[in-house]
Every structure is written in structure tokens, then in C-alpha cells.
């Protein structure tokens, strides 16, 4: 069975594919360590102040709008470097089907 031949020009669908994985795990993971660290700054308080710890605040008002910042600093740098990539890319074809002229 014969393979497809490589075409010498980027894709642009597996650079779409990269870009919203890595956005969707930084996402992810900025989420985890947000919340992380605001249940235990929440927990520290209320021993300071002697209340019981309001768990949903650290959910609602400081992790999830840490994980959607990141999430969009993680989108902008990640097409910024897939547009890069790209069109470094056809540069690069396009000079290897010149010197091969």
C-alpha cells in the first residue's frame, strides 16, 4: 500500500488542534493550583478570625476567574506561537521548492 506523499506546505488543522489542547490544559491546571492555594488562604482565615471557612468564596470569586485570565493569556500566546510556526513554515517550503528548481 502506497502512503500519501508529505505535502511540502504547513497545516494549519494540527496547529487549531494544539492551540485549544494547550489552552484547554493550562486551563485546567491554572484552575487546580488557583483553588488550590485560595482553599488554603480561605482556611488560613478563618482560623485567624475564628469563623467557619466560606469554601464557595475561594470557588466562585478567586479560582474560577484565575483560570479564565490564564485561559485567555494561554489562548493569545499559543496562537501568537502557532502563527509564528505556521508561517515560518511556508517560508521554509517555499525557499526548499525554490532550491529545488
Same mark, same amino acid.
Given at each position: 500500500?502506497?502512503?500519501?506523499?508529505?505535502? /511540502?506546505? /504547513? &497545516?494549519?488543522?494540527?496547529? *487549531?488542534? &494544539?492551540?485549544?489542547?494547550?489552552?484547554?490544559?493550562?486551563?485546567?491546571?491554572?484552575?487546580?493550583?488557583?483553588?488550590? *492555594?485560595?482553599?488554603?488562604?480561605?482556611?488560613?482565615?478563618?482560623? @485567624?478570625?475564628?469563623?467557619? /471557612?466560606?469554601?464557595?468564596?475561594?470557588?466562585?470569586?478567586?479560582?474560577?476567574?484565575?483560570?479564565?485570565?490564564?485561559?485567555?493569556?494561554?489562548?493569545?500566546?499559543?496562537? @501568537? @506561537? +502557532?502563527?509564528?510556526?505556521?508561517?515560518?513554515?511556508?517560508?521554509?517550503?517555499?525557499? +526548499?521548492?525554490?532550491?529545488?528548481?
Amino acid at each position: 500500500m502506497r502512503s500519501r506523499p508529505e505535502s /511540502p506546505w /504547513p &497545516r494549519w488543522i494540527g496547529g *487549531a488542534a &494544539r492551540v485549544f489542547g494547550f489552552t484547554f490544559l493550562l486551563t485546567l491546571l491554572s484552575f487546580a493550583v488557583a483553588l488550590l *492555594a485560595s482553599i488554603l488562604g480561605t482556611i488560613v482565615h478563618a482560623q @485567624v478570625k475564628h469563623v467557619a /471557612p466560606n469554601l464557595m468564596f475561594a470557588y466562585k470569586r478567586i479560582a474560577f476567574p484565575i483560570a479564565l485570565s490564564a485561559g485567555a493569556i494561554a489562548l493569545v500566546v499559543t496562537l @501568537v @506561537v +502557532e502563527i509564528r510556526n505556521y508561517r515560518q513554515g511556508k517560508v521554509l517550503a517555499a525557499i +526548499e521548492q525554490a532550491s529545488r528548481v
